[in-house]
């Protein structure tokens, strides 16, 4: 298995069907397809917009998805890498793959100037995401979520 960024022809699809599942295990919120399809390719059209990164096995099955946007950090005067949208497909959880996304991800900031961190945000009932991140030495912070939404 290896880490890779995603791109637009190859990865477009499934990552938009990851979040599609994604959201019906996690939330039991049915998102439309095409509109999440859309808001996936916006970010490849736009890297500002953030980054998607792809586990692939030996035989080229997309394993795992995630997307990292970056936050500036006026604190620290360095971005924050935020991880979201992460999605595993089920026969392959527990197996490690996130744990070797992670390490990337972290490897990417340790060689770079200009990252400070990773950070993620959970939902609270994911108890089993929750216990992955604690394995990897993530910890809870000291601060709250809160969110307006239209």
Same mark, same amino acid.
């Given at each position: 298995?290896?880490?890779?960024?995603?791109?637009?022809?190859?990865?477009?699809?499934? &990552?938009?069907?990851?979040?599609?599942? +994604?959201? +019906?295990?996690? $939330? @039991?919120?049915?998102?439309?397809?095409?509109?999440?399809?859309?808001?996936?390719?916006?970010?490849?059209?736009?890297? %500002?917009?953030?980054?998607?990164?792809?586990?692939?096995?030996? @035989?080229?099955?997309?394993? %795992?998805?995630?997307?990292?946007?970056? $936050? !500036?950090?006026? #604190?620290?005067?360095?971005?924050?890498? #935020?991880? /979201?949208?992460?999605?595993? &497909?089920?026969?392959?959880?527990?197996?490690?793959?996130?744990?070797? +996304?992670? /390490?990337?991800?972290?490897?990417?900031?340790?060689?770079?100037?200009?990252? %400070?961190?990773?950070?993620?945000?959970?939902?609270?009932?994911?108890? @089993?995401?929750?216990?992955?991140? $604690?394995?990897?030495? +993530?910890?809870?912070?000291?601060?709250?979520?809160?969110? !307006?939404?239209?």
């Amino acid at each position: 298995m290896f880490i890779k960024e995603a791109n637009l022809d190859e990865h477009l699809e499934i &990552i938009a069907k990851f979040q599609v599942e +994604m959201a +019906m295990e996690t $939330e @039991n919120l049915k998102l439309d397809y095409p509109i999440v399809k859309k808001g996936v390719q916006a970010v490849f059209e736009d890297p %500002a917009k953030g980054k998607y990164y792809v586990a692939i096995d030996e @035989n080229g099955k997309c394993l %795992a998805s995630l997307l990292t946007v970056l $936050e !500036w950090s006026d #604190w620290r005067c360095k971005s924050v890498t #935020w991880i /979201h949208s992460v999605y595993v &497909i089920e026969e392959y959880r527990g197996k490690g793959v996130f744990k070797k +996304m992670y /390490h990337h991800l972290k490897e990417l900031v340790l060689g770079s100037e200009d990252l %400070a961190g990773l950070r993620l945000y959970v939902e609270k009932e994911n108890i @089993n995401a929750q216990k992955v991140y $604690e394995k990897l030495e +993530m910890t809870r912070e000291h601060y709250h979520l809160y969110e !307006w939404l239209k």
